[in-house]
């Protein structure tokens, strides 16, 4: 964005604190632009028509440097880049890179229903959701349009998750186009060889697009400045993901340069989506695990520096697990803590006889805790203490989570041992042992303490539960 | 005095002022358009001077609008024409890509050298520097001068280990000393880092006189520098390490750690008396590490060239993202001249094995996807934990997995543009089989 101060937001709002958005100012709600916490959409009068010209020129200088592309249609519409920094603490990065697996179409009707079936399905529970899979990129290894087409009939039968037509060829591409250009699918690629037929298809269909340029930012950026002459705004940069040696250092480099000259330069003709291909591992490497391992390396590295969509081969949980944990890592909001409501939750159907445990309102120790219980079985209470978000052993070291805190926390949301338990008894995570007697002190409750990891409470629970 | 405007300038005079019309306006004079076309024109040059052409049609139109004229009526689909958008040129537009440098980053990461050979009066047979860059890890503003090391863990008694890192220490896990020479000859560790966890009061409360003999025994057992770490524990740790330090005299070992929640001074004084260098400690707190590191530096009198810091790291899904961000503004600070941040960095890369990805069968939840089989689950955890960190501008990774350090270096070298590999050609991946 071109603004970077809420004053210069506010010369453009109503100016009236009328409180329609929710804030209470139009100083407010102009900082909320700034962090992009809320759009120029929550405030209603600036919809109105005579408002319009502030809206559009505001509009114009809260945009993102790096454009937005949607790709795909309906609930499972992906939306990469829209990025306006270079580092994680600076704001936030905005839209997680999406990460495409492909499918090609020399594979047997059956392999490729069971890949697209694989894909669909894959999840990973992480802090109260699921960790998912969000493209399928077709790619024709055939060359052959008919057997393309074919391809993407079947792949767009089985799935709702957006597209890349991956072909060099404009008949093959457009021979998939005619299948599914009503879902929105994404082309790749545009080159310097076949950019005037590719052209033509994006003008025909309307749909976004891929400029590829291996090793040659002049001509990708000649590519870029060419498409967005013809009006094309809706275009992903690919400068080529070289796999091993110096070339890869020269590939992370162009990632940097491109990414740099976007945002920090100001510099429009090339500020779009980056495109990485870490599956350009299985060129390098010919045993299969060692071609999987290099490309979660390198879509690690690409993840974290500026890719903003991957396209990978491995379906190995061992390669998927990571890339999808160190996407997470690196697009969680910094500015705010992942942690729960602290509450005493219920897990399964909790009567007077079950038992009530402790743990901390930091989101990643709380689903641990609150899924290994649900998955064993017990029913049971889960006190998540407020600890502003810091882990057990933290929360313990700093003084956020002491045996007076505890018992407080339950007295203030109102859970009475007495009423609500026949046993009066309560049970301390293993890292928080060393508060047992203060925490006897505190509440004049039995205290018990479980094991360090949670994983190991229903074990726990076969000697150590009811208390005697 | 009259002023000359280009007409595309008029148009722009009028972008922000609401004007709908001009009334009362004329223009005098003639406009001239000079342009010399010769024969035999280059269609380059020839779609070059159409989209000129197009737009000075475009900037007339937009002032004949302004000055009231029915242009849209008159001109209809000819007005449409000139708006960019509706045409495909006949050639590539040239372009030249070009970015600039980082100005800002003017304060290099403080050079330290780990280890003392023989001349410097030390048994080492190379020494390691860390430090020295003038831009983040693997950036094109300046040359890295070092590229990272890995120090491989070595433990002072048995203890449990993820079963996938457990199978390679086996033979040598009751020996520090074959187990310090096994990671250096067999799996390639620049380092080796003992951990002298058996002094801590809670485990074997062994004395620091015996700390300080297995550390002798690995000194004696291998020639690259060494890492000496304590058990963790605040109370016993410096004067273990102080043993540590003694017996280790001359040999310039990273003495780890001189922390806040311990008598730093007593370990920064061990390191000073006997030519080491301190671990500078902290967890994930940007200003806790400006704090140790001043208090290095002015109250322990510790050198700049002295001191690495372990701002901590958590592993992958278990708080890298706090890690990777403290890590990267620590590294950021430093190089625009935080004179308190500018040092080396550490990794405890091994923590990454405290996740449950690392190291469970499977996932204890039903709904997850299968998650595949540890062996080769748990060193790509080590691997992607230590690999995030060493873009945010880590130096130095503690690691335990052989397989993970063999990759790690793999990557970080192909970043650091030490390494030599065959180029591939990719402008074909697309049709790959494979």
Known sequence: MKVNSPLEVYKFLPQTNCGDCGEATCMAFASHMIDRSLKLEDCPPLLEDKFRKKYLKLAELLAPEIREVMIGTGEHTVSVGGDDILYRHQLTFFNQPALAVDVWDTMSEDELVERIKFINEYKKFYVGRFLKLDMVAIRSTSGDPDKFKQAVTIAAGNTELPLILCSLDPKVLKSGLEVVADKKPMLYAATKDNWQDVADLVMEYDVPLVLFSPDDLDTLKSLAATFLEMGREDLVLDPGTNPQGKSLRESFENFLMIRRAGIREGQRDIAFPLLAVPMTAYLANDDPVSASYWETVLASVFTVRYGDIMIVHSIEPYALLPELHIRDTIYTDPRTPVKVDPKVYEVGSPDKDSPVFVTTNFALTYYTVESDLASSGIDCYLLATDTDGLGVEAAVAGGQMTGQKVSDEFKRLGFDFSEMTAHNTVILPGLAARLQGDMEDASGLKVKIRPPDSGRIAGWMQNHWPPE | ?434
């Open chain 2, 1 to 434: 005095m009259a002023k000359n405007i280009k007409l595309s300038e008029l148009g722009s005079l009028f972008n922000d002022m609401d004007v709908e019309s001009l009334e009362g306006v004329t223009i005098e004079g003639d406009i001239e358009l000079d342009m010399d076309i010769g024969g035999g024109l280059d269609p380059q040059l020839a779609y070059m001077l159409g989209h000129e052409t197009a737009q000075i049609a475009q900037h007339l139109i937009n002032i004949s609008r302004l000055l009231g004229y029915p242009v849209d009526q008159l001109f209809g689909s000819m007005a449409q024409a000139a708006v960019p958008g509706l045409t495909r040129p006949g050639q590539l537009l040239p372009s030249k890509f070009e970015v600039n440098k980082i100005e800002e980053w003017k304060n290099p990461i403080q050079e330290v050298i780990l280890g003392a050979t023989s001349s410097d009066g030390g048994t080492r047979k190379s020494t390691i520097t860390l430090g020295g860059e003038n831009a983040l890890p693997y950036y094109f503003d300046s040359p890295m001068p070092h590229r990272n090391h890995i120090t491989m863990d070595v433990f002072d008694m048995p203890i449990g280990m993820a079963k996938a890192v457990k199978v390679n220490y086996e033979d040598v896990i009751e020996s520090p000393a074959e187990w310090a020479k096994k990671v250096v000859n067999d799996f390639g560790a620049d380092m080796v880092t003992i951990h002298l966890i058996s002094t801590d009061p809670g485990i074997k409360d062994t004395s620091p006189r015996e700390a300080a003999e297995t550390v002798a025994d690995v000194l004696q057992a291998v020639d690259v520098p060494i890492v000496i770490g304590g058990s963790g524990n605040p109370e016993k740790d410096p004067e273990v390490l102080e043993k540590a330090a003694e017996v280790a005299e001359g040999e310039r070992v990273l003495l780890a750690s001189a922390s806040l929640n311990l008598d730093y001074e007593r370990i920064a004084k061990a390191a000073t008396d006997y030519g080491h260098v301190v671990l500078s400690w902290t967890q994930l707190e940007i200003n806790a590490q400006k704090e140790l590191n001043r208090k290095l530096m002015k109250q322990c009198n510790v050198k700049r060239e002295d001191i690495v810091m372990d701002p901590t790291t958590a592993a992958l899904g278990y708080g890298l993202d706090y890690a990777y961000t403290n890590m990267e503004r620590i590294r950021l600070a430093g190089l625009i001249g935080d004179e308190e941040l500018s040092f080396p960095m550490s990794s405890g890369t091994t923590n990454a094995w405290g996740a449950r990805e690392a190291w469970m069968v499977g996932s204890p939840l039903k709904e997850d996807s299968d998650w595949g089989p540890r062996e080769y689950r748990g060193p790509i955890w080590e691997i992607v934990t230590g690999l995030t960190l060493s873009l945010a501008g880590n130096d130095l990774f503690m690691m335990m997995h052989p397989g993970s350090v063999a990759v790690l270096k793999e990557i970080t070298q192909s970043l650091h543009g030490s390494l030599e590999r065959d180029a591939v050609d990719i402008s074909d991946w697309v049709t790959a089989e494979v």
